[in-house]
């Protein structure tokens, strides 16, 4: 007698997984970069994966401040701290430079002034 061969037990279907109705996000990856010097100076650079978009662009420092503060207070306030160091190292400057200004416009003046000390031509 020969047996039947034995069927291997039926696997139970998996209930199928219901695909999700909500859109996948793509995100967007962006870098920007702002940087800026001692003297106040601020650029920016954009780059998007390894492709640079912008580089070296010139911004003011009042654009870098307003968009510091736009993004979050703990970025604004170490921004703002440069850009106002920066601002007194101008003011100081300034100030150096007019100091120096006002000494040349005395040279130049004692420079133009005729002299009243020298004698004139002799038997006059």
């Keep these: ?17 219901k695909s999700s109705t909500a859109r996948t996000t793509r995100t967007i990856e962006l870098i920007l970069t702002v940087s800026g010097n001692a003297d106040g100076e601020w650029q920016a650079d954009l780059k998007q994966g390894s492709a640079w978009l912008s580089r070296g662009l010139p911004v003011p420092a009042a654009a870098v401040s307003r968009a510091a503060a736009q993004l979050h207070a703990e970025i604004a306030g170490p921004i703002d701290a440069r850009i106002a160091e920066a601002r007194e190292q101008r003011a100081a400057r300034v100030a150096a430079l007019e ?16 002299e009243l000390d020298q004698p004139g031509p002799a038997g006059s």
């Design 99 to 114: 100091a120096e200004l006002e000494q040349a416009r005395k040279a130049l003046a004692e420079l133009d002034r005729p």
């Design 1 to 17: 007698m020969t047996t039947p061969a034995a069927e291997p037990p039926a696997e139970p279907e998996k209930p199928r997984r």
